[in-house]
């Protein structure tokens, strides 16, 4: 079965640091980009970071540029997002994403996880 499976979101205060997982099975990981996209209330999906395929190119979203780093294992089937100094625009629901084509357009072979809840508040 194919899927994509988050954890390490949770409760934060403005400042703090979290570490999202996301462990692929049914397929590899190594042959996709792979990418975190965040959904705060009332707002559209967003792209946070992500890592090209062949390359490793990383892009990540300016307003996340020097807090948040992408990683990936391909060796272990998983990417990671390190998020630190975070702050409270930042709470949303955190997807990863297996992108078949690169992190510059999305097809109808890609794969998505079914998201993991951040809240940044005091």
């Known amino acids: 079965q194919v899927q994509l499976v988050e954890s390490g979101g949770g409760l934060v205060q403005p400042g703090g640091s979290l570490r999202l997982s996301c462990a692929a099975s049914?397929?590899?990981?190594?042959?996709?980009?792979v990418g975190w996209y965040r959904r705060a209330p009332g707002k559209e999906r967003e792209g946070v970071a992500c890592?090209?395929?062949?390359?490793?190119?990383?892009y990540y979203l300016d307003s996340v540029k020097g807090r948040f780093a992408i990683s990936r294992d391909n060796a272990k089937n998983t990417l990671d997002l390190q998020m630190n100094s975070l702050k409270p625009e930042d709470t949303a629901v955190y997807y990863c994403?297996?992108?078949?084509?690169?992190?510059?357009?999305?097809?109808?072979?890609?794969?998505w996880g079914q998201g993991t809840q951040v809240t940044v508040s005091s």
């Open positions: 049914g397929f590899t990981l190594d042959d996709y980009a």
């Open positions: 994403a297996a992108l078949k084509g690169s992190c510059l357009y999305f097809t109808h072979d890609d794969y």
């Open positions: 890592i090209s395929k062949r390359t490793g190119t990383t």
